[in-house]
């Protein structure tokens, strides 16, 4: 495999955040903190790379996942895949909630999941549409479970760590929404970008 096909990108995210768990004085100046946003906006998108220890390894193993999937497919998707659901995720945060403080690229892996499910499910034939659509179904699920005040499905939060519902919901808004967007530009007959 040559160096272009490889996720270099879904690779350099996960080693970054990873770096980060060692660096706590650099973790504190990227976390997303309210109120400091206003005086130092990167924090809308570089809290997302920064990770509580306790969570590190579900959020950085699905990132490196589905963002190696994705990255295979079509890098430059991939890049508007987690910036689109990364803007998404901190507006929710913004305004649909009161955290003071918010870590984790789960938002990032939402997005990822459900434009890869609404990839699959878009398919013009093949039974891969099935498990797009299933996909599509229990994210759906999840969320409204989670939005509810569920809580966590999948993990135990560790002791005084709230679920960002909204934040995996609107992060998967925004990824579904860059798949959609493909589509349409493949549908269009425009030519998507072109593999290695």
């Given at each position: 495999?040559?160096?272009?096909?490889?996720?270099?990108?879904?690779?350099a995210?996960?080693?970054?955040?990873?770096?980060?768990?060692?660096a706590?004085?650099?973790?504190?100046?990227?976390?997303?903190e309210?109120?400091?946003?206003a005086?130092?906006?990167?924090r809308?998108?570089s809290?997302?790379l920064?990770?509580?220890?306790?969570?590190?390894t579900?959020?950085l193993?699905v990132?490196?996942?589905?963002?190696?999937w994705w990255e295979?497919?079509s890098r430059?998707?991939f890049?508007?895949?987690?910036?689109?659901?990364?803007g998404?995720?901190?507006?929710?945060?913004v305004?649909?909630?009161s955290?003071a403080?918010?870590?984790?690229?789960s938002?990032?892996?939402?997005?990822?999941?459900?434009a890869a499910?609404l990839?699959?499910?878009?398919?013009?034939?093949?039974r891969a549409?099935?498990?797009?659509w299933?996909?599509?179904a229990?994210?759906?699920?999840?969320?409204a479970?989670?939005?509810s005040?569920a809580?966590a499905?999948?993990v135990?939060?560790p002791?005084?760590?709230?679920?960002?519902?909204?934040?995996?919901?609107?992060?998967?808004?925004?990824?579904g929404?860059?798949a959609?967007?493909?589509?349409?530009?493949?549908?269009a007959?425009?030519?998507?970008?072109?593999?290695?």
């Open positions: 495999m040559t160096a272009r096909r490889l996720p270099l990108l879904a690779l995210l996960v080693a970054s955040s990873g770096a980060l768990l060692c706590p004085g650099l973790a504190e100046a990227l976390s997303f309210r109120e400091r946003l005086r130092e906006p990167w809308l998108l809290g997302h920064v990770h509580d220890p306790a969570l590190a579900v959020d193993t990132l490196l996942v589905l963002g190696a295979l497919r430059a998707r890049a508007w895949i987690l910036l689109v659901s990364a998404f995720a901190s507006l929710a945060l305004v649909c909630t955290f403080r918010y870590t984790g690229s938002a990032l892996g939402s997005g990822l999941l459900l499910a990839s699959l499910a878009l398919e013009p034939e093949g549409r099935w498990l797009g299933l996909l599509v229990a994210f759906a699920a999840k969320c479970l989670e939005l005040g809580g499905l999948f135990d939060l002791e005084g760590m709230h679920l960002a519902a909204a934040a995996h919901a609107a992060g998967g808004l925004g990824g929404l860059v959609l967007a493909g589509r349409r530009v493949q549908g007959g425009v030519r998507p970008e072109r593999q290695p």
